[in-house]
Nanobody
Framework: QVQLVESGGGLVQTGGALRLSCAVS????????MAWFRQAPGKDREFVAG????????YYGDSVTGRFTISRDNAKNLVVLQMNSLKPEDTAVYYC?????????????????WGQGTQVTVSS
């Protein structure tokens, strides 16, 4: 059974930092590209960051470039999203996702597996 379990969310002030983790089980991480998406109330799910199979190539949404960093450790079955310089508009539920396909990484529908999400709230 495949499981993606996010942790590390919480409440932080503007300008602060959080580190989200995604613990992966039930699949071979080397065969999956990984990504983080987020969804705020009333909005569509938005691509945040993604990494290819090794983590050598990473991709970011325009709104987080330069502030967020995605990394992965395939040996530990772990994906991490380091979020710095947080803003109130970063408030959302953050989801970890895995895809075995070759589709566009920034498209949510291309992902096979999803975590349950972790809430991030940035106060002004």
């Amino acid at each position: 059974q495949v499981q993606l379990v996010e942790s590390g969310g919480g409440l932080v002030q503007t300008g602060g930092a959080l580190r989200l983790s995604c613990a992966v089980s039930g699949l071979t991480m080397n065969n999956y590209r990984m990504a983080w998406f987020r969804q705020a109330p009333g909005k569509d799910r938005e691509f945040v960051a993604g990494a290819d199979w090794s983590g050598r190539n990473t991709y970011y949404g325009d709104s987080v470039t330069g502030r967020f960093t995605i990394s992965r450790d395939n040996a530990k079955n772990l994906v991490v999203l380091q979020m710095n310089s947080l803003k109130p508009e970063d408030t959302a539920v953050y989801y970890c996702a895995a895809t075995s396909g070759w589709g566009y990484l920034k498209t949510a529908s291309n992902f096979n597996y999803w975590g349950q999400g972790t809430q991030v709230t940035v106060s002004s």
